[in-house]
């Protein structure tokens, strides 16, 4: 059987110019990254274009490590549209060097229905990481620069800088590091350490601007510390915002390339759900919907995560309404929340797929508080017996979700022209707005319970004397009417991995609430959660390789 790297370098790859003429998008429009790659101006969004196209959310029940392939069939999805008719586009995430080089691989799908070129997009690709890294970095510097800098210094009390330093790789020793250390024109000692990329709130910022304009905004609001004397300071104080900005002049603009089958596919900005709001860049969805009538996007992880965040965070801000979900499962997955070993996940085993779907209904259960309609994919495997896709059928009719087998991974569009009628004929006739769960004037700690009991169905909220405090900073601040984008494990509905299934009247404990001022929203902590992800025992990077003629082996 072919490696998904093995299907997409057998792949002819279009010239990109052909992919924007699907679009309408005129070659001058275009900044080409070589031939197969492009940059997209922020002049080709038509927001009265864009108020008429459908927006198409693909989320999954709780992440396991079976896999659920929602990416995959986001891709396969977006094939299958065409193939039917449809004028569509795929609107996803950048990939993060740290999982590709970790444990969990790649982000361009699999099979025949991924996003080309996968080399580069699961590797450097348009530099868009680069620059982020870049710009958090630079704030870094100037703020150790200012409490080094006797003539203009702010008074800066270094204890309270809670901005640290990022990369994009999952490296452990950098978690927790001490800096200034050399004498005195080495800098002032402090503690601090490193978060990966994708975890930086310039990731968030750049995935919720609406323009360069808004993009600068945004950066200089950013929340820095206080001064010996209690005032606070941003990163507009140190006269940081311009610089910043100025970095990233070329990553606030989406990128175009192209699926197995020759679909257009623009991917942007790419923050982690369990830590970030999950979803790619506001101006890549408005660049979608001004370009094409039919949007697939996605949201990390489970619907609890990337999905609510979507909602709540990405399209309350922006004005966005998506017609329709697509809840993505597997009879593995399910087996697995059903309480079967990950070794034994291709017996056939109807039982435990009937435990298993509390999870999913669960799911389903929540994106109905959104107001919206849900349709169930079913990941298709080889090993998937009559009996046990019967019960997911049977299940999901008793909650009203259609369910459509998807078999993108072997066909791509063709195994997913089904789930394209369905969405596309529930999508259609959909014009109602999704309803949030809540209103962001709420008071912060009830806009917590919300999502923690409606959402996680958590029984109770219990908050640490750091959490406590941080409420009172944040009254300080007068920032208690920006929403929550809480910090919680993927594995769980809980904020105990090892609680899988459905568990239920659980206490959620908030460590402690990050501010996010630039990105415009709170970070509630939950768990053990890390901002810089360790590498495995065997990390996927030890099997990557390159030979003498450029061609990559191992990535996937």
């Known amino acids: 059987m072919k490696t998904d790297i093995d299907i997409a370098q057998a792949a002819t790859l279009r010239d990109i110019r052909d992919i924007a003429a699907q679009l309408g998008i005129p070659e001058d429009q275009l900044e080409l990254y070589g031939r197969h790659k492009a940059k997209l101006p922020l002049s080709l969004i038509d927001p009265e274009r864009a108020r008429n196209s459908k927006l198409i959310l693909v989320s999954a029940i709780?992440?396991?490590?079976?896999?659920?392939?929602?990416?995959?069939?986001?891709?396969?999805?977006?094939?299958?549209?065409?193939?039917?008719?449809?004028?569509?586009?795929?609107?996803?995430?950048?990939?993060?060097?740290?999982?590709?080089?970790?444990?969990?691989?790649?982000?361009t799908g699999g099979g025949y229905s991924q996003v080309l070129p996968m080399e580069d997009i699961n590797l450097h690709f348009t530099g868009d990481f680069a620059a982020i890294e870049k710009a958090h970095n630079?704030?870094?510097?100037?703020?150790?620069?200012?409490?080094?800098?006797?003539?203009?210094?702010?008074?800066?009390?270094?204890?309270?800088?809670?901005?640290?330093?990022?990369?994009?790789?999952?490296?452990?020793?950098?978690?927790k590091i001490v800096i200034g250390l050399g004498g005195t024109a080495s800098g002032v000692p402090r503690e601090?350490?490193?978060?990966?990329?994708?975890?930086?709130e310039i990731m968030a910022i750049l995935c919720l601007s609406e323009s360069l304009s808004d993009l600068k905004r945004r950066l200089g609001n950013i929340f820095v510390g206080f001064?010996?004397?209690?005032?606070?300071?941003?990163?507009?104080?140190?006269?940081?915002?311009?610089?910043?900005?100025?970095?990233?002049?070329?990553?606030?603009?989406?990128?175009?390339?192209?699926?197995?089958?020759?679909?257009?596919?623009?991917?942007?900005?790419?923050?982690?759900?369990?830590?970030?709001?999950?979803?790619?860049?506001?101006?890549?969805?408005?660049?979608?919907?001004?370009l094409s009538d039919y949007v697939i996007t996605e949201a990390g992880f489970g619907f609890d995560l990337g999905a609510e965040k979507f909602f709540d965070i990405k399209c309350q801000s922006a004005g966005l309404s998506p017609r329709a979900v697509v809840l993505v499962a597997t009879v593995r997955a399910l087996k697995y929340h059903g309480g079967v070993p990950l070794a034994n996940l291709k017996d056939d085993d109807p039982e435990a797929v009937e435990r298993g779907m509390e999870n999913l209904e669960k799911h389903l259960e929540n994106i109905g508080l959104f107001g919206l309609p849900a349709i169930v994919a079913m990941n298709r495997f080889v090993t998937d017996s009559a009996e046990e896709l019967a019960v997911i059928k049977r299940r999901c009719e008793q909650k009203g979700a259609p369910v459509v087998l998807s078999d993108v991974w072997e066909k791509g569009g063709a195994g997913a022209e089904e789930l394209a009628h369905t969405v596309a004929a529930i999508a259609d006739g959909q014009s109602a707005p999704f309803k949030p769960l809540y209103d962001w004037s709420w008071p912060v700690e009830e806009k917590i319970k919300t999502v923690a009991t409606r959402i996680y169905g958590a029984g109770e909220i219990d908050y640490t004397p750091k959490a406590k405090s941080d409420l009172q900073k944040i009254a300080t601040l007068g920032l208690q009417g920006l929403p929550v984008c809480i910090a919680k494990t993927q594995k769980?509905?809980?904020?105990?991995?090892?609680?899988?299934?459905?568990?239920?009247?659980?206490?959620?404990?908030?460590?402690?609430?990050?501010?996010?001022?630039?990105?415009?929203?709170?970070?509630?902590?939950?768990?053990?959660?890390?901002?810089?992800?360790?590498?495995?025992?065997?990390?996927?990077?030890?099997?990557?390789?390159?030979?003498?003629?450029?061609?990559?082996?191992?990535?996937?």
């Open 192 to 200: 601090t350490g490193f978060d990966i990329t994708a975890a930086s």
């Open 62 to 107: 709780s992440p396991t490590p079976a896999g659920e392939g929602k990416t995959t069939t986001s891709i396969g999805l977006a094939q299958g549209l065409c193939r039917i008719g449809k004028k569509a586009t795929a609107v996803l995430r950048e990939p993060s060097l740290g999982p590709v080089f970790g444990i969990k691989g790649g982000a």
């Open 492 to 556: 769980s509905l809980s904020d105990n991995p090892k609680l899988l299934g459905r568990p239920k009247d659980f206490v959620v404990t908030v460590r402690e609430i990050e501010i996010a001022a630039g990105a415009g929203f709170l970070i509630p902590i939950t768990g053990e959660i890390m901002r810089m992800p360790g590498l495995p025992a065997q990390p996927a990077a030890e099997n990557i390789d390159i030979d003498d003629e450029g061609n990559i082996t191992g990535l996937f």
């Open 138 to 175: 630079l704030l870094a510097a100037l703020i150790d620069n200012n409490l080094q800098n006797k003539k203009f210094n702010l008074g800066i009390d270094p204890r309270t800088v809670l901005w640290k330093r990022v990369m994009d790789m999952n490296d452990r020793a950098l978690r």
């Open 227 to 290: 001064t010996f004397d209690k005032k606070p300071i941003y990163a507009r104080d140190l006269k940081a915002h311009g610089a910043m900005a100025a970095l990233m002049k070329d990553a606030i603009k989406p990128n175009l390339v192209q699926t197995l089958e020759g679909t257009p596919a623009i991917l942007h900005g790419g923050p982690f759900a369990n830590i970030a709001q999950g979803t790619n860049s506001v101006l890549a969805t408005r660049m979608g919907m001004s």
